[in-house]
């Protein structure tokens, strides 16, 4: 299962975060700052790309934070957030990574912000793959695939080589 097919070439990539920080923008139009959380890898590449496009397209002030946690296995260790509580309380979250498969990275990063009142909360992720296991959607979504279980989605934000693959 080494084969590589190229779903979004670099152009359809930088055109899903485009169209994503536009649904972004549009449904927080009114806000005067909007947190954008990464979740640490690959999603934190995607809050830097959704938030360069934000910067362009509004007047809002962008605060990027990264969130920390393990993916495979999230019962063992924390969550940690580079930011504190006090930053983000009373604040619109957009928290973003690259692929939802089950939901279970989502509902971790999410369950974090319920410890703190905050004024909104939605997601955004390039690729969706519809498989969840967790009562969790997201709010943005770039592209919806239907894979089979066994296929896996590589998604690669480099500057120079931006790129979606199913393999």
Same mark, same amino acid.
């Given at each position: 299962?080494? &084969?590589?097919?190229?779903? *979004?070439? @670099?152009? +359809?990539?930088?055109? $899903?975060?485009?169209? #994503?920080?536009?649904? !972004?923008?549009?449904?927080?139009?009114?806000?005067?700052?909007?947190?954008?959380?990464?979740?640490?890898?690959?999603?934190?590449?995607?809050?830097?790309?959704?938030?360069?496009?934000?910067?362009?397209?509004?007047?809002?002030?962008?605060?990027?934070?990264?969130?920390?946690?393990?993916?495979?296995?999230?019962?063992?260790? &924390?969550?940690?957030?580079? *930011?504190? @509580?006090? +930053?983000?309380?009373? $604040?619109?979250?957009? #928290?973003?990574?690259? !692929?939802?498969?089950?939901?279970?990275?989502?509902?971790?990063?999410?369950?974090?912000?319920?410890?703190?009142?905050?004024?909104?909360?939605?997601?955004?992720?390039?690729?969706?793959?519809?498989?969840?296991?967790?009562?969790?959607?997201?709010?943005?979504?770039?592209?919806?695939?239907?894979?089979?279980?066994?296929?896996?989605?590589?998604?690669?934000?480099?500057?120079?080589?931006?790129?979606?693959?199913?393999?």
């Amino acid at each position: 299962m080494s &084969d590589k097919i190229q779903i *979004l070439n @670099s152009k +359809e990539v930088n055109q $899903k975060i485009e169209r #994503l920080a536009w649904e !972004v923008y549009e449904h927080n139009f009114e806000e005067k700052e909007i947190i954008i959380v990464g979740i640490a890898d690959r999603g934190s590449n995607l809050s830097i790309e959704l938030a360069e496009h934000l910067k362009n397209i509004s007047k809002m002030d962008i605060k990027l934070a990264k969130l920390f946690l393990d993916k495979d296995n999230p019962y063992e260790q &924390d969550v940690k957030l580079n *930011l504190t @509580s006090s +930053e983000y309380k009373d $604040k619109v979250i957009i #928290l973003c990574d690259d !692929v939802l498969n089950s939901g279970k990275t989502l509902m971790f990063a999410t369950k974090h912000f319920l410890n703190q009142r905050i004024k909104k909360i939605s997601t955004v992720v390039l690729i969706e793959r519809n498989y969840n296991i967790y009562p969790i959607k997201a709010d943005f979504v770039g592209l919806s695939l239907a894979t089979t279980y066994q296929q896996y989605v590589k998604v690669n934000l480099d500057r120079r080589n931006k790129a979606v693959y199913l393999s």
